[in-house]
């Protein structure tokens, strides 16, 4: 019999890749991803950190459930991280059903399958964006408010269909990880977030500034009453954010759990330009331009839940991603 694994549904992405890296055995991984936000080049960049095998992913779409199935018949899962899932705020907006259509069967193939292979533990990639607009810190215990965009709503959804679950399985141990705004690279440089197009996130916006693929930042709005005027967010390291599903992994607890993924701090869209600059020695031109629409002013986590019962705090600070993600920039440019 094969020892048991943990499957990583979307495991190939930014945010995936970190976590296979970040795992204590990452032979004990597999990967189920479709491939359509990253290519499988990724698995010679995990080979540069990790020992890891090609036979380890297999292409294909959780959302498809017959083909996602298969795996199950082969391996014996314990464990499921699910990440798998359209992520695009603005084009969500454009495309809700295609949105609805995909994260919403994602997550519904992945509790069948928690259901019918016996799965005892699940942890699901959730985001801050389902606090929906309310005031920061945003802490576990908020009624979340309307979300803004399908994006998000997917993301409620999701968390709600895995509570439902739960509540009929006592045994099944679920944590749903509400991601503040995760950043920066791995420290090797070999991996990192690599944007298809013109980037939408800030820092990886601020990377290709640096590496000249762009002329300037535009900063969307400094007439948000903050210090600066510019909005805040509170950036976590995605190594960080990585440690957290290990640190989950290790403390699996039956029955149905929400914490947020942040640092507790927030920095401005001018203070992550300033600590870009210093951490980097490269100077950010920045034009300052209307605000975003559907933008919030301020999104900063109370960490207080996870820290306290689990242990985990964040360790790197904002110049740490920044070096970090310089670094990865750096990479991908040679
Ligand atoms: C975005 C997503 C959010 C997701 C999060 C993950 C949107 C609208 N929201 O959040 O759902 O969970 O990333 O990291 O895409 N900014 C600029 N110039 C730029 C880019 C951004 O000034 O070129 C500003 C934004 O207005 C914002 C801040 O930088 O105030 C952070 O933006 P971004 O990195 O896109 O993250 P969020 O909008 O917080």
Redesign the pocket.
């Known amino acids: 019999m094969e020892t048991k694994k943990v499957l990583l549904t979307g495991g190939l992405g930014y945010i995936g890749s970190h976590i296979v890296v970040s795992l204590s055995d990452p032979s004990s991984a597999i990967i189920a991803d479709d491939c359509s936000n990253c290519d499988l080049k990724q698995i010679d960049r995990l080979k540069q950190v990790i020992p890891f095998e090609k036979n380890q992913v297999i292409v294909c779409d959780v959302a498809d459930l017959e083909a996602f199935e298969e795996i199950f018949k082969k391996h014996k899962i314990e464990t499921i991280i699910h990440l798998a899932g359209y992520?695009?705020?603005?084009e969500s907006v454009k495309q809700p059903l295609a949105y609805y259509t995909n994260n919403l069967n994602a997550t519904l193939n992945v509790l069948k399958m928690c259901n019918k292979y016996d799965v005892k533990h699940l942890i699901f990639s959730s985001?801050?964006?389902v606090y929906g607009p309310q005031s920061s810190p945003m802490d576990e215990s908020m009624t979340l408010l309307k979300t803004t965009?399908p994006?998000?709503e997917t993301k409620a959804i999701s968390e709600r269909m895995i509570e439902d679950y739960c509540l009929v399985h006592p045994e099944f141990s679920a944590t749903s990880l509400r991601?503040?705004?995760?950043?920066g690279a791995h420290p090797s440089g070999f991996i990192g977030e690599i944007p298809s197009g013109i980037?939408?996130?800030?820092?990886?916006?601020v990377q290709q500034v640096a590496s000249g693929k762009r002329p300037y930042?535009?900063?969307?709005?400094k007439d948000y009453e903050t210090k600066d005027g510019?909005?805040?967010?509170d950036y976590i390291h995605v190594m960080d954010l990585a440690d957290a599903h290990v640190c989950i992994l290790n403390n699996p607890k039956q029955g149905y759990r929400v914490y947020n993924v942040g640092t507790g701090v927030g920095t401005s869209?001018l203070d992550?330009v300033k600590a870009f600059e210093k951490a980097t020695g490269v100077k950010i031109p920045t034009e300052v331009t209307h605000?975003?629409a559907?933008?919030?002013q301020e999104?900063v986590a109370n960490a207080s839940k996870i820290n306290k019962e689990l242990g985990w705090k964040s360790r790197y600070s904002i110049e740490d991603i920044c070096k970090d993600a310089w670094n990865f920039e750096k990479h991908q440019s040679n």
């Open positions: 992520k695009a705020v603005g985001s801050a964006t965009n994006y998000a991601y503040f705004n995760p950043v980037p939408n996130n800030l820092l990886p916006y930042l535009n900063v969307f709005g510019t909005a805040i967010r869209v992550l605000r975003r559907g933008d919030l999104s």
